[in-house]
């Protein structure tokens, strides 16, 4: 498969992976629940939410698109999956269910397994495509902060 079939293929999966987390948030950021929580005072504006996600999913794609080219494998494309999973189930388990504590384990394992991404696949062929994956990590590590200061302060 192409480079390119294999992005758009990425695009699709990742995109698609982001329009099932926000349908099953069921309104969450507007929500009263949501609204009346402590939240920290480094919470971004809503906007910043799609604009990060979709730079991060753009950037994302491209770089499984050339890992994927690469190095294709069963336990990559395990990981890949599990990737996807704990991405669509953290908005079902914080915003949906009010699960806070078990969306925060949930986002922590998330980075955990992009930060593996980025140190175990880092091969002469795709080690300047690993650095796609900043904007993924530091994202992460932000949310993973809110997750926690509204873990802590509720």
């Known amino acids: 498969m192409s480079f ?3 992005l758009v293929l990425f695009l699709l999966i990742n ?14 950021p ?21 604009v990060a996600w979709t730079t991060i999913m753009i ?5 499984l698109a050339k890992l994927f080219k690469e190095q294709d494998s069963k336990f990559l494309r395990i990981l890949f999956s599990v990737q996807v999973f704990l991405n669509v189930v953290w908005n079902y388990l ?7 504590g078990l969306g925060l384990l949930n986002i922590s ?5 992009i930060l593996y991404f980025f140190f175990k696949f880092r091969m002469d062929d795709i080690k300047t495509y690993s650095y796609l994956l900043l904007p993924y990590i530091v994202w992460l590590l932000i949310a993973t902060s809110l997750n926690a200061y509204i873990y802590y302060n509720n």
Do not use: D
């Open 4 to 6: 390119i079939k294999r």
């Open 15 to 28: 995109f698609g992976g982001l329009a099932l987390g926000s349908w099953l948030m069921n309104n969450g």
């Open 30 to 50: 507007q929500s009263e629940w949501y609204t009346n929580l402590n939240q920290a005072p480094w919470t971004p504006p809503g906007w910043v939410f799609g």
């Open 59 to 63: 950037c994302f794609s491209v770089y």
């Open 94 to 100: 914080f915003f949906n269910q009010h699960l806070v």
């Open 109 to 113: 394992l998330l980075t955990v397994l």
